[in-house]
């Protein structure tokens, strides 16, 4: 489920009721609901105002996940925003590492798992680098990694060779694919991301470079469920 007004508006909780009653009547199973993601959702904010309307938002979400039953709660470990200056950054992320031990605390006073999921290159904390330091920053123990094989390719990692190593912290997967000559093409122009979804990079599963046979091996080999 997406925290997406046009998908189900979250802050209306007579829709979330009605959507859990109307899954539960069709027999349907929620395995995630991803968290609201735009500029002023900043959980790294310098300004603790700004920080803490960020984490009210996500909270509200996450009571939203609930009641519609999900299982996981996806949450993007920073703001939808690049050009974060370099003399910011380690205090954003420390900013950042206070506001998801709040966001997890209210995860599991619901019942629910946060996972933080890899992001974008050019995002802050868009390196994988950056979202493992988030998770070893946390005092909070039960938060995982949602892993998107697709966004892994973009920041130029391999999804697989992630996998094996961190398998351990994987608890949810996002399948995506990357059409290599779309990629190519730009990086080489530094096209913006939502132009290149526009051109295709995402492209259909097994169509691309992400080897999902090894991506399936690795979750059997590890009793991913």
């Known amino acids: 489920v997406a925290s997406s007004p046009s998908h189900l508006d979250f802050h209306d909780r007579s829709a979330c009721a009605a959507a859990a009653q109307r899954i539960r009547a069709l027999e349907l199973e929620v395995h995630s609901f991803h968290a609201p993601f735009a500029d002023h959702i900043d959980i790294s904010a310098l300004n603790s105002g700004r920080r ?21 709660f996806v949450l993007h470990p920073g703001p939808e925003t690049s050009g974060v200056p370099r003399s910011e950054r380690l205090d954003r992320m420390d900013c950042a590492v206070e506001a998801l031990d709040r966001i997890a605390w209210r995860a599991g006073e619901l019942g629910i798992s946060l996972v933080l999921e890899n992001m974008l290159p050019h995002l802050f904390a868009g390196h994988v680098r950056d979202l493992l330091w988030l998770l070893g920053a946390l005092a909070s123990t039960n938060v ?69 046979t090894a991506v399936r091996n690795l979750l059997l080999d590890s009793g991913y469920q």
């Open 52 to 72: 803490d309307t960020a984490v009210r938002e996500i909270s509200r979400a996450a009571e939203a996940a609930a009641a519609v039953g999900a299982r996981y």
């Open 144 to 212: 995982g990694i949602c892993l998107d094989t697709g966004h892994s390719h973009y920041a130029g990692f391999d999804p697989v060779a992630f996998m094996a190593r961190h398998m351990g912290r994987i608890a949810y997967v996002h399948f995506k694919d990357i059409d290599p000559v779309v990629k190519a093409d730009a990086v080489a122009k530094r096209t913006g991301f939502y132009d290149a979804c526009g051109q295709g990079i995402f492209c259909n599963l097994g169509k691309g470079i992400t080897d999902f």
